[in-house]
């Protein structure tokens, strides 16, 4: 499932996209998930992993050892113009940008324009969208309201020669309105997976005229992320594989949808060397928590992002208000790992960090 068609299914709840940020809750005792690692990591084959991973207790947050995002080496002079193709909802269009001076990445979870960073074009972008909060754009002009709105009028004031998107921000018509006032607008469309990572790389260089380095920051992806799934598959302990949900979370709006196949949280999970048991149910895509489904699911371990878990009061808040989550095994022995919003689910530069930290919160907390 593309990134795009899997946030469709998101926004149809519309509570879902105003939730994605806003809600804030009572704060919880984790440690900001936004923050670094303070000082070095141990590799993971150091970590001091128990043998039955059920035997550890208690929350814990999935950490970045660095929250910046890394840049592909080399010098990457842009080629313009050039023409690549746009996959919008009215199908495939090409479309030709003749500058990338001033650029907008676009989408829910922000890896467009982690990707431009990436890219080694953070020089380059005028506005972000909520999710991009990365170090060293925070000072750039919010172009989203509301959660994932787009704002065109505060677009078109930042005077962008290129936005970049892939729908999951919207009203999609809104988007395209941009190219009425003579804005380049690309719509890419990567999966929500580990490999998706890459093809976004490719997709975003291309349309910045950077296809070289885009290419090269694939492959780099591919080996990185290749590399991190074999170092945690060699520190998981044998035996039954742990039963792991992702559950997403906003208390203020009483939102709780489970993420299953094709939503970008199995591929963590099974890269986690754990069971997805949303998948294992049956559940494709995001579909709203019932009591039943969550009982039927039984996890020894919830992720959940960690503004999600804010807003229901932290893990004490979380099973007093959800009572199905607390018979589970994962709510009796409260294992339960939050991890930035911005973080968690977003493909990109980033994705190796992302399964590192979450392969420490998960095995040796």
């Known amino acids: 499932m593309s990134a795009r068609r899997l946030v469709t299914v998101i926004a149809a709840a519309s509570a879902i996209a105003i939730a994605l940020v806003g809600c804030a809750g009572p704060a919880t005792t984790s440690p900001s998930a936004s923050a670094p690692v303070s000082g070095p990591v141990a590799p993971l084959a150091e970590l001091d992993v128990p043998a039955d991973p059920r035997s550890i207790s208690g ?23 050039a023409t690549v193709v746009s996959r919008d909802l009215d199908g495939e269009r090409d479309v030709t940008v003749e500058r990338a001076d001033r650029v907008i990445g676009l989408d829910i979870a922000g890896s467009i324009a982690a990707t431009i960073v990436g890219l080694g074009a953070a020089d380059r972008l005028v506005g972000r969208d909520i999710s991009s909060g990365y170090p060293g754009l925070e000072a750039l002009p919010v172009v989203t309201s509301n959660g994932h709105t787009v704002n065109s009028e505060s677009i078109i004031a930042l005077a962008p020669d290129l936005v970049i998107t892939d729908g999951s921000v919207g009203p999609v018509d809104v988007v395209q309105q941009l190219r009425d006032a003579g804005i ?3 719509f890419v469309d990567a999966d929500a997976s580990l490999d998706g990572a890459g093809e976004l790389a490719e997709q975003v260089g291309a349309a910045l005229g950077m296809a070289d380095a885009g290419a090269a920051l694939a492959a780099e992806l591919e080996a990185e ?70 009982i039927a699911a039984a996890p020894e371990l919830i992720i959940v992002m960690s503004g999600g878990l804010q807003s229901m009061g932290g893990v004490d808040g979380l099973l007093e208000q959800l009572t199905a989550v607390a018979l589970t095994p994962a709510g009796t022995n409260r294992r339960i790992v939050d991890m930035a919003d911005a973080a968690v689910l977003s493909f990109g530069p980033r994705t ?14």
């Open 352 to 365: 190796p960090a992302v399964l590192d930290a979450l392969a420490r919160a998960v095995y040796a907390p």
């Open 225 to 294: 992320i290749a590399s991190k799934v074999a170092e945690i598959a060699a520190i998981v302990p044998s035996g039954e594989p742990l039963r792991v949900l992702f559950l997403y979370l906003r208390g203020g709006s009483g939102v709780y949808y489970l993420f299953g196949q094709g939503s970008g949280a199995d591929e963590l999970i099974t890269a986690l060397g754990a069971t997805d048991v949303a998948a294992e149910v049956g559940i494709v895509g995001n579909r709203p928590m019932t009591d039943e489904a969550m």
């Open 184 to 186: 380049a607008v690309v």
């Open 59 to 81: 929350p814990s947050t999935a950490l970045l050892a660095d929250a910046a995002i890394p840049v592909i080496e080399g010098d990457w002079a842009p080629s313009l113009p």
